[in-house]
């Protein structure tokens, strides 16, 4: 018998697996052209489409190796709910990274406050699925979301994972009370053991300051 290597399965940290129907349909644009093609997809989804779609996304990963994943969804509580049963059935290890959306976006994005947003994440904490905390950017969240959802994470020792200023016009969209960049604003001083991801982020050339992950 041939000698086998075992390895550990890779890990997609930062999946958004409703995408996976704009494949093929939104190339020449820019990301606001392409952002709007998502928009109108989300919009339309219910939790059963939810299910069925990430099950076919997360088979693929697991197809491909991959044996862990963090969703980083926006779409709604039941849709979350949707997105833990679809990763169940898919035998792949789910972190739910629910979204804090306080502004702008599609209203199924939208939490009424930074406390609306705590109880659906814990909602969906209950139900024994690992989840972290998602301020989705700077565009959405206002500053008092994007501290007092780095407080309770560092509190609850979750990860916390955003789109640090994802775009240049995004930045351009922050008022000077926002800046500087997101990572500065999500983790202050009072919230030193919080795990932070930063993802999409780009290099801010004026103030010579960039995010890392």
């Known amino acids: 018998m041939a000698e086998t290597l075992s390895l550990p399965g890779f890990v997609n940290a930062h999946s958004h697996a409703f995408q996976r129907a704009l494949r093929g349909r939104t190339e020449g644009g820019d990301f606001w052209a392409w952002r709007e093609s998502m928009l109108a997809l989300a919009e339309g989804l219910s939790p059963e489409q939810v299910r069925l779609g990430y099950v076919q996304v997360y088979r693929e990963l697991v197809a491909a190796g991959y044996t862990a994943v963090g969703e980083f969804h926006y779409l709604g509580l039941p849709e979350a709910h949707a997105a833990v049963e679809a990763a169940a059935e898919a035998g792949i290890e789910l972190v739910l990274l629910l979204a804090a959306y306080g502004r702008g976006g599609l209203e199924r994005f939208r939490q ?17 699925v690992r989840v972290g905390l998602a301020p989705h950017s ?73 995010v890392s992950a």
């Open 138 to 210: 700077v565009r959405a969240c206002p500053r008092d979301w994007l501290e007092e959802i780095g407080r309770y994470a560092a509190a609850e020792r979750l990860p916390l994972h955003v789109h640090a200023d994802e775009q240049p016009r995004e930045i351009g969209r922050s008022s000077c009370s926002q800046r500087p960049a997101a990572s500065g604003r999500i983790r202050p001083s009072s919230t030193p053991q919080t795990r932070m991801r930063a993802s999409s982020t780009c290099w801010r050339r004026r103030t010579r300051a960039c």
């Open 112 to 128: 009424e406050s930074p406390a609306d947003y705590l109880s659906q994440l814990e909602e969906v904490r209950a139900s024994g």
